[in-house]
């Protein structure tokens, strides 16, 4: 009989991929995905410990599970992720209902620690690993709108910022075989996805050593890469050359190449590893999208240098001038924490100017949360009261989407290619999707007599903007993107 596993995800993108790796591990184990906790007779949630609050969230869907069991009496929960590395004794002790604990890099013996759930037992297993990059194996896409989907090209952390406790969840850094990444990124598209985000902790530190890897490319492309012969290795020089580099530069070149028909975008950058050559790749290549996920974290370099960020605020604005003499029309997000030790009222100040003078068009912003074993709960105490923080924030918050409301205002009367990935959850007489930019824009949903099905790309004129999405009139239905507008 087959069996049923439900996969909850919460915190990263990161997340969402690996989930779709777990997926495909049950699957060879007899699993297959259902939609609901409640038709499951396996629930996984893979979790995130970045801040407490999120911990927090999870604690509590864990202790709903009782609720579950007491109904389904063969039910086994298991806890993945970053929760399970950080908290394994804890979840162990102190949650009955909790059957497994597995970290991020033990996915691959889930099916031993079933067969031991399966007798009863609690199982765990929480070994990091350096190697570690479920390379070969195909996810099964959850949750997937059909259109867009994530590929993990690195895992792991080896930055070491204060603040931060992916390094000690989710282990070193190591990064995944190129020629994997772009075969998953072909297969994508022959599934008919029509974009592709690569993840990472930090992609700019991406570096792949190959022997002997070889790509067979069409004469088209390696017209494009100025090569007489169609054997290239991953970085695209000759097979020749011998052992190479991949780089994330050469990577992100490489899938642009590959996968013409598919739109790319890649996450997160880290500001002090990003490189021009990465910025002049982006430049080059339609397919790849105007839109950077640059975290600046804080505008103040004593709070930088505190955070242990590895760049100041002169560096952080150099970068981001270079984006735009690269990329003029491109968008840029970042992530702001409020509150980060000894952060003072002039600290929180310079982040408000920098915000206006950035202009993001997007940004994630956090009240700092203390985690342990971090090097600023090592060293520096968590000296910014709680309401200090919020207000903080708050003032974060408001100045960022006065910054996003101008971004918006200033795309209306511009053509955009958009994507289309749904019906809007709003009005189903229209639909949603992004332009290059990764602004959520809405469309009608008919435009004489087509009507825009997911996975079309069209362009528009963008007509009105909210400091969330922009609203377009359809100028044309394109058969692909990257169709000059
Ligand atoms: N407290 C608050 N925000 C944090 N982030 C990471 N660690 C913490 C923490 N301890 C934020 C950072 C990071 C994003 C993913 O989460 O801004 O870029
Ligand atoms: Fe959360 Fe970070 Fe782990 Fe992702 S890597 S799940 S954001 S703690």
Redesign the pocket.
Known sequence: MQKKVYIESYG?QMNVSDSEVVASILARDGYTPVKSAEEADLVLLNTCS??EKAEYTVMQRINEMNNLKARNKGLKVGVLGCMAERMREDLLEKKKVVDLVVGPDAYRTLPELLEKVGTGQKAVNVLLSREETYGEIEPVRLDTNGVTAFVTIMRGCDNM?A????PFTRGRERSRDAASIVRECEQLVRDGYKEVTLLGQNVDSYKFRSEDQKIRRSDNENAILGMASDTVDPAGRPASAGPTTTDFADLLEMVALACPTLRIRYS?SHPKDMTDKVLAVMARHDNICKYIHL?V?SGSSEVLKRMNRGYDRAWYMERMANIRRHMPDCAIST???AGFCGETEEDHQATLELIREVKYDMA?M??????PK?L?ARKYPDDVPDEVKGRRLAEVIETQKAASAERMLGYVGQVHEVLVEGVSKRSADHVYGRNSQNSVVILPRMHEGVELGPGTFVKVRIASATPGSLKGSILEILSSHAQPV
């Open positions: 990263c970045i801040r910022c603040f931060c406790v992916v997160t975290p974290q992530d702001i924490i994630f956090f009240k700092y949360s203390e985690r971090t600023a």
